[in-house]
């Protein structure tokens, strides 16, 4: 007495159906790498960024970054590079030659030397605009809390 329909006693049973079982498994798993992974890849390079009373500027489209951290290496976006390879490096970076513009996210611990340096080399790379990231100021009331504590 057989169970499945194309059995016939041959020993083989014929699958009408499809098992979703592994490819559920699969997806899970991927949305549990892209759900603990996301918040490393948005982090970046780490800078002490100086404070500035400035308005934001609305960016529409995601910009290139060159970051300077308080060891004084340079990165475009999240790659280091060489202080001496920047302008080849620049000039060979299709965004940064169709937008012409960068904004440049330094520690607020590194000499101005090195920011101007970093600022000539995408000058000579051809980029003519060069954005500053700043923190936004501390709220006044946040602000005369500081200085009651230094006070202290």
Not at 28 to 57: D, S, Y
């Amino acid at each position: 007495m057989g169970m499945g329909g194309g059995n016939k006693g041959q020993g083989r049973v014929t699958m009408s159906e499809i098992n979703v079982t592994p490819m559920v498994d699969v997806m899970l798993v991927l949305l549990i790498i892209f759900m603990v992974t996301a918040p490393l890849i948005q982090q970046g390079v780490k800078v002490n960024l100086p404070e500035a009373r400035a308005t934001p500027v609305e960016a529409a489209d995601k910009k290139l970054v060159l970051s300077i951290d308080a060891g004084r290496r340079v990165f475009i976006g999240d790659a280091e590079v060489v202080l001496d390879e920047l302008e080849t490096k620049l000039a060979a970076n299709a965004k940064a030659q169709a937008d012409k513009e960068v904004y440049l996210h330094a520690d607020r611990d590194v000499p101005y030397g090195v920011v101007v340096e970093v600022m000539a080399a995408a000058q000579r790379a051809g980029i003519t605009n060069v954005g500053m990231i700043t923190d936004p100021a501390a709220a006044p009331a946040a602000s005369k809390e500081k200085k009651k504590e230094a006070k202290r």
